[in-house]
């Protein structure tokens, strides 16, 4: 497995704000809308304190059953 700390999640969508933002100063409703998801992402992030766990590689067949 994987942890993904809360700051380096924080950190990559902040880098993502920071894009759409860049993007946002050709105004579109496409730039609009990236920019405002983007930040909407990242207020969650902070807010719940997120951290991810990544689970790599496979789930052996014999634990999956099919009724």
């Given at each position: 497995i994987e942890v993904?700390?809360?700051q380096e999640i924080?950190?990559?969508l902040q880098k993502r704000?920071?894009?759409a933002q860049a993007r946002y100063n050709n105004p579109?409703?496409?730039n609009s809308e990236r920019l405002t998801n983007t930040k909407?992402?990242?207020f969650y992030v902070e807010?719940?304190?997120e951290v991810?766990?990544?689970v790599k590689g496979s789930i052996p067949p014999e634990y999956f059953?099919?009724?």
């Open positions: 993904i700390t809360h924080v950190d990559h704000v920071d894009q579109s409703k496409k909407r992402d990242l807010r719940d304190n991810l766990i990544k059953t099919f009724e």
